[in-house]
């Protein structure tokens, strides 16, 4: 994205603003974050009126790319799930406006509350230290967990979130996401991926009976929350949130991938510890074969992620980083193939 | 992996509208457009390797070869593979086109054997099995000797620092 089309953005963004709250809007610099390999993530501080006063806002702009690992982007999924968790045991952003209409910023979006904490990186500094701090380490890996609980015990049953897709069965759910994924896999791959083909036999073969079907976040790890002074101030990323087992959550933030070189889940805690808590939290005995299918499945969807990445930038995508997780797919795939064979 | 010429033209463009423009030194702007004219130069002269593009359809053909002499005399045949369609010296797109075609035939071969197995004496499809795991571990074996680590630290944070 060039300067000038940044500053047509701000505009029709203005515009928006305006139309949404009534009153002219003022909006300052759009600052475009670095982190995030699919919607783009933009700063900006916002002012209008409320109650005859000029209110400050400091926000966040989610806008979906038009060629984008998950591409066509949508935001009625993420918007009516932050919605429904505000106030609920989660930590999440306050969600102001959503536009799925295109024509209007060109491509769809969201707009939520920028909240304050920084948000670590999965991968190891040099020497294996970990990414949080011992001190503040226990505290976060505790509200990290309750934080998932609260979400997996959330009633979604009756609220807007039961809107979003995928809900079926116990015993059908986890076939409804294998599908999902293939079905994404086969429209994106550029070439077949054999090792992807005889895992998605074995998934299909062994896809576990779910304990409940819950608001799963998708994307649930380390990188994809915010930290202010020991404590989580907000769970981000939202654009995978479905309904499923809860095991697909677990098994996800279990994956080798989001620990780099630290022993505990995350960076946060151990494998052992999260069982024990969640279990406490959710009144679920968690089964560790249902969370390993899980993970086989997460370096699945990981391999099928950057696939989607590598067809995104083919088809027309300028972001040089799609490109580059191209020649990534390998280490992807050798991660499946290892966690089919027990490795991982 | 993207094609060459994607990457190519894609490089070209992010350096072109993305980074010089956000450079404040004239000099390393003047680099950064340097690259660009490269590229221009190099990408006419450029295609994949023949050697790495000719050592992966040579075990791709050699593991498809086994599974159909192992199923030979059986009443279920695994899918078919047609010969090479090029001549003697083919270039690298021919080679990525057949690469890919023959990607998708063990893909196809994995399917007809999880779909057929018990049609199958075990021991034979067990075989079948191990052969195609065989050439799938090795062909990742040989595409992870080319994968240098990722950056992907270092692209999220905007800046260089040491990855591990």
Not at chain 1, 3 to 14: S, V
Request: aromatic share 10%; proline share 5%; with cysteine.
């Amino acid at each position: 994205m060039q300067n000038g089309e940044f500053d047509e953005l701000r505009q029709k963004l203005a515009r928006f603003l305006s139309e949404q709250t009534g009153c002219v809007v003022e909006i300052g610099e759009l600052k475009r974050y670095p982190v995030g390999f699919s919607w783009f993530t933009f700063e900006l501080d916002a002012a209008w009126d409320e109650n005859g006063k000029r209110v400050d806002h400091k926000l966040i702009l989610r806008w979906g790319p038009k060629y984008g690992v998950l591409a066509p982007y949508f935001a009625h999924d993420q918007f009516i799930a932050l919605k429904a968790l505000e106030g609920s045991g989660v930590p999440v952003p306050k969600v102001y406006w959503y536009c799925d209409d295109s024509a209007v910023l060109g491509g769809n979006f969201f707009i939520m509350e920028r909240v304050e904490g920084e948000a670590a990186l999965p991968w190891t500094e040099s020497g294996g230290k970990g990414a949080f701090d011992e001190s503040i380490r226990p505290q976060l890996g505790e509200q990290f967990v309750a934080s998932l609980a609260a979400l997996h015990n959330f009633a979604w049953q009756g609220t807007p979130a039961a809107g979003l897709a995928g809900a079926a069965p116990l015993d059908e759910v986890g076939m409804r996401q294998i599908l999902w994924w293939e079905q994404y896999l086969h429209e994106r791959q550029l070439s077949s991926y054999p090792i992807l083909e005889h895992g998605m036999l074995w998934l299909k073969a062994h896809v576990p009976k779910a304990p409940r079907v819950s608001i799963v976040h998708g994307d649930y790890r380390i990188g994809n929350f915010l930290v202010r002074d020991a404590r989580i101030t907000a769970m981000l990323d939202w654009e995978l949130v479905h309904l499923a087992d809860p095991n697909e959550d677990l098994g996800w933030m279990c994956m080798r991938t989001w620990s780099g070189r630290s022993p505990l889940v995350c960076h946060l805690i151990s494998r052992e510890d999260l069982y024990r808590r969640y279990g406490e939290l959710t009144g679920i005995a968690v089964d560790p074969a249902a969370v390993r299918y899980y993970e086989i499945f997460g370096n699945f969807k990981l391999a099928a992620i950057h696939v989607g990445a590598a067809r995104s930038f083919e088809d027309g995508s300028a972001d040089l980083r799609m490109a580059a997780m191209g020649p990534q797919i390998a280490r992807m795939l050798l991660q499946v193939e290892r966690s089919l064979e027990g490795e991982l | 992996m993207n094609s060459l010429e994607r990457i190519l033209e894609g490089i070209m463009n992010s350096l072109t509208t993305e980074v010089v423009p956000r450079i404040n030194d004239a000099f390393a702007r003047g680099q950064a457009l340097a690259i660009v004219d490269l590229l221009r130069n190099l990408g006419p002269r450029l295609e994949w390797s023949h050697a790495i593009l000719w050592q992966q359809i040579e075990a791709q053909e050699a593991v498809l070869s086994r599974v159909a002499e192992l199923c030979a005399g059986q009443a279920i045949k695994p899918p078919p593979v047609a010969p090479r369609s090029f001549g003697e010296h083919p270039n690298a797109n021919e080679l990525v086109a057949r690469r890919d075609e023959l990607n998708g035939i063990v893909s196809a071969t994995l399917i007809w054997l999880d779909a057929e197995r018990r049609k199958l004496p075990a021991a034979l499809a067990s075989e079948v099995e191990s052969a195609l795991r065989r050439y799938m571990h090795e062909q990742l074996q040989r595409d992870m000797s080319l994968t240098a680590m990722p950056l992907f630290k270092e692209i999220s944070k905007g800046a260089k620092t040491a990855a591990t």
